[in-house]
């Protein structure tokens, strides 16, 4: 899926998904991502079933830069154990989970609005 939306100069936008990976701000990019304001990184071997609270040590990293941590599971919607919330919590970060494709819309619109958001996006 194509989504054309810009945003501030040096911020990630996720211009595509799909066919198991993404284009974000003009680099494409194979398997799943996270995405942060200001970058963009592989996240290997991540789906719905190993998201885990180790799997969340890079967001752990840059969590004094955020607010809003957006996960998207995939085609459809899976929920994290409840570990992964509370280990969010932890970091001081909220969570929203949405399938990938909904999780990629609200990231764009999110950092258009330079809100402290990033996204964890489980290819598809």
């Not at 409840?82 to 399938?99: F, N």
């Amino acid at each position: 899926m194509d989504l054309t939306l810009q945003a501030a100069p040096g911020r990630q936008v996720v211009q595509a998904y799909g066919e198991g990976g993404f284009r974000v701000s003009g680099v494409a990019w194979t398997g799943s991502l996270l995405v942060f304001p200001g970058e963009t990184l592989a996240w290997p071997g991540t789906t719905p079933t190993t998201l885990d609270e180790a799997a969340l040590a890079q967001v752990r990293e840059r969590a004094s830069h955020l607010d809003l941590l957006l996960v998207g599971t995939g085609p459809s919607l899976v929920f994290p154990p409840a570990s992964v919330r509370a280990a969010l919590k932890d970091m001081g970060l909220a969570m929203e989970t949405m399938d990938t494709g909904a999780a990629c819309r609200t990231y764009n619109v999110l950092i258009h609005e330079d809100r402290r958001v990033a996204a964890a996006l489980v290819a598809v």
